[in-house]
């Protein structure tokens, strides 16, 4: 899910304001099987991952009409993400072998070995918060021609990996 809003305000004839607000929601479960033929023909490997992720935002910019030809921008945004992530990686013992082309029914009857005490199910949270902004200025050679330029300073924030086979 994501939405965004957004109104333009205009207290004169030379100055736009644009206000707005983001919201974004995602959700994603990973179930992963992997057969180890080569290390053993009955082990067999389930990695599971269960991922939310939450992204906020308020954002603002100005725009200034310094003539017919110049205009002037200014901008502002808020940024938070929260991502939380649950992971574990199980191994089974399945007395007839593994087939690849078995599938799930591969864990017919399998044992569920004890947990790796090295690599046991973790859960990690984290979140991230940035404040970034825009400066620029465009100039308007024609009504088809707009050379600008601007400087803009934002953030990518950090994210988990649970599609790996060591927490």
């Known amino acids: 899910m994501s939405q965004e809003l957004r109104d333009v305000i205009r207290p004169s004839d030379d100055v736009e304001i644009l206000i707005g607000a983001f919201a974004q929601k995602w959700h ?14 009955q082990l067999q490997n389930q990695t599971l991952a269960d991922q939310d992720t939450t992204n906020l ?22 940024s938070r993400e929260q991502v939380e992530m649950q992971r574990a990686d199980y191994f089974f013992i399945q007395p007839n072998g593994t087939d690849p082309f078995l599938g799930y029914r591969n864990l017919d009857g399998a044992t569920l070995l004890p947990v790796d005490p090295s690599n046991p199910p973790v859960r990690g949270k984290e979140t991230w918060t940035n404040v970034g902004g825009k400066v620029g200025l465009d100039y308007k050679l024609t009504d088809d021609l707009m050379p600008y330029g601007y400087y803009a300073r934002g953030f990518k924030s950090g994210d988990f990996n649970g599609r790996i086979s060591r927490a």
């Not at 308020?58 to 502002?76: A, I, V």
């Open 28 to 41: 994603y479960d990973s179930d992963g099987l992997a057969w180890l033929a080569f290390v053993d023909p």
């Open 57 to 78: 935002a308020l954002f603002t910019q100005l725009y200034w009409d310094l003539s017919d030809r110049w205009r002037f921008q200014l901008g502002l945004r808020g």
